[in-house]
């Protein structure tokens, strides 16, 4: 099941703004401040609502990735709705915020406990349309995941990570299966042969394990070994699936430039059989490479988030990059060309 369409109203810097999604990649640009991983943990927190029965836990999450927010949902059958007050004495904001997917999944209904504060309440429909959803920050955490989550269980309130950095070593944690899934299999080798092995888990430290048998732990080796282990280990545990959700924040950080193209072909492959992705890059490489290698069925769609002076953050949808009228990554890279051109001129 995939989203296929998000509106916000007065929502971070969003004042008033529709966007839809393609059912493939979704690649995301914009200058800092522009909403980029507001949007992205925005939907993940709906998906990880979606599959959540309980209260308080509804809340916990959205107060988590969102900030310290009350919220509470109403409902359609195919869609989404969030409202929500903010903590200020006298002020109370109005959010309609609806995400229509495929079919119906979820009904979400509007509750106010004694003190008024609004909560979520979810009413499943059908148990097998969910929303299954993966988060993967910009912020590489694998080397330091070892009693990460039990340390946030006992001191919550103190640990200063949000949701989205325990969900990943919570899931990368998980047991791998003793098969390749077959969504990985056109995957897993490419991995492999860049990793030298295979990941391996021991008590919550990862290592690799090269083919001579060796253990080589996350900490040693460089950040786009470690993003593509944690693709590899997430694969291999099927935290990503058919009908899985990716969100990935920034994908080229701290990534050698030579293997963008890699992770690109990964996300193409996996759009192909069933994911659908959400991306957000700074990077003209990491666009250009899914404009460039997409195959004529692939489906990809690009999105520009652009601070406007009435209107907040509104954004411009194409399916071709270069197409993008409001080019923040384009424009960098006009005035980088027209610097060493007068450069080139003065000498």
Same mark, same amino acid.
């Given at each position: 099941?995939?989203?296929?369409?998000?509106?916000? =109203?007065?929502?971070?810097?969003?004042?008033?703004?529709?966007?839809?999604?393609?059912?493939?990649?979704?690649?995301?640009?914009?200058?800092?401040?522009? =909403?980029? *991983?507001?949007?992205?943990?925005?939907?993940y927190?709906l998906?990880?609502?979606?599959?959540?029965?309980?209260?308080?836990?509804?809340?916990?999450?959205f107060? @988590?990735?969102? =900030?310290? $927010?009350?919220?509470?949902?109403?409902?359609?059958?195919?869609?989404?709705?969030?409202l929500?007050?903010?903590?200020?004495?006298?002020?109370?904001?109005?959010? /309609? +915020?609806?995400?229509? %997917?495929?079919?119906?999944? !979820?009904?979400?209904?509007?509750?106010?406990?004694?003190d008024?504060?609004?909560?979520?309440?979810?009413?499943?429909?059908?148990?097998?349309?969910?929303?299954?959803?993966?988060?993967?920050?910009?912020?590489?955490?694998?080397?330091?995941?070892?009693?990460?989550?039990?340390?946030?269980?006992?001191?919550?309130?103190?640990? /200063?990570?949000d949701? %989205?950095?325990?969900? +990943?070593?919570?899931k990368?944690n998980?047991?791998?299966?003793? !098969?390749?899934?077959d969504?990985?299999? /056109?995957? +897993?080798? %490419?991995?492999?042969?860049?990793?030298?092995?295979?990941i391996?888990?021991?008590?919550?430290?990862? !290592?690799?394990e090269?083919?001579?048998?060796?253990?080589?732990?996350?900490?040693?080796?460089?950040?786009g070994?470690?993003?593509?282990?944690?693709?590899?280990?997430?694969?291999?545990?099927?935290?990503?699936?058919?009908?899985?959700?990716?969100?990935?924040?920034?994908?080229?950080?701290?990534?050698?430039?030579?293997?963008?193209?890699? +992770?690109?072909?990964?996300?193409?492959?996996?759009a192909?059989?069933?994911?659908?992705?959400?991306v957000?890059?700074?990077?003209?490489? *990491?666009s250009?490479?899914?404009?460039?290698?997409?195959?004529?069925?692939? @489906?990809? @769609?690009f999105?520009?988030? !652009?601070?406007?002076?009435?209107?907040?953050?509104?954004?411009?949808?194409?399916?071709?990059?270069?197409d993008?009228?409001?080019?923040?990554?384009?424009?960098?890279?006009?005035? $980088?060309?027209?610097?060493?051109?007068?450069r080139?001129?003065?000498?």
């Amino acid at each position: 099941m995939a989203i296929q369409k998000v509106s916000i =109203g007065n929502f971070t810097v969003f004042e008033n703004v529709e966007i839809r999604f393609c059912d493939g990649v979704n690649v995301f640009i914009g200058e800092n401040g522009t =909403g980029k *991983t507001h949007l992205l943990k925005l939907l993940y927190a709906l998906c990880k609502c979606a599959i959540l029965h309980d209260e308080k836990e509804n809340s916990r999450v959205f107060s @988590s990735l969102i =900030g310290n $927010l009350n919220f509470c949902f109403w409902g359609g059958i195919s869609d989404l709705r969030m409202l929500y007050r903010r903590r200020i004495p006298g002020e109370i904001n109005c959010m /309609p +915020i609806s995400v229509e %997917t495929e079919g119906e999944f !979820y009904f979400f209904e509007n509750k106010l406990n004694e003190d008024e504060a609004p909560i979520i309440s979810a009413k499943e429909l059908d148990s097998k349309k969910q929303l299954p959803a993966v988060f993967l920050p910009a912020k590489e955490m694998l080397t330091h995941s070892k009693g990460l989550l039990a340390m946030s269980k006992k001191y919550s309130k103190e640990m /200063p990570f949000d949701m %989205t950095l325990l969900d +990943i070593v919570e899931k990368a944690n998980l047991w791998k299966v003793d !098969y390749v899934p077959d969504i990985a299999k /056109p995957i +897993i080798p %490419t991995i492999e042969k860049i990793l030298e092995g295979k990941i391996f888990v021991d008590g919550e430290h990862f !290592y690799i394990e090269k083919a001579d048998g060796k253990l080589t732990p996350f900490s040693y080796e460089a950040e786009g070994i470690k993003k593509l282990g944690l693709l590899w280990q997430l694969l291999m545990n099927e935290s990503i699936t058919k009908g899985t959700i990716i969100f990935w924040d920034e994908p080229e950080a701290n990534l050698n430039p030579k293997l963008v193209p890699v +992770i690109v072909d990964i996300l193409l492959e996996l759009a192909r059989n069933g994911v659908q992705v959400f991306v957000s890059t700074h990077d003209y490489i *990491t666009s250009k490479y899914f404009e460039v290698k997409r195959k004529q069925e692939d @489906s990809v @769609s690009f999105h520009s988030l !652009y601070k406007t002076d009435s209107s907040g953050v509104r954004c411009e949808s194409n399916v071709n990059f270069s197409d993008l009228k409001e080019n923040a990554i384009n424009f960098a890279l006009d005035i $980088l060309m027209d610097e060493v051109i007068d450069r080139n001129m003065g000498d």
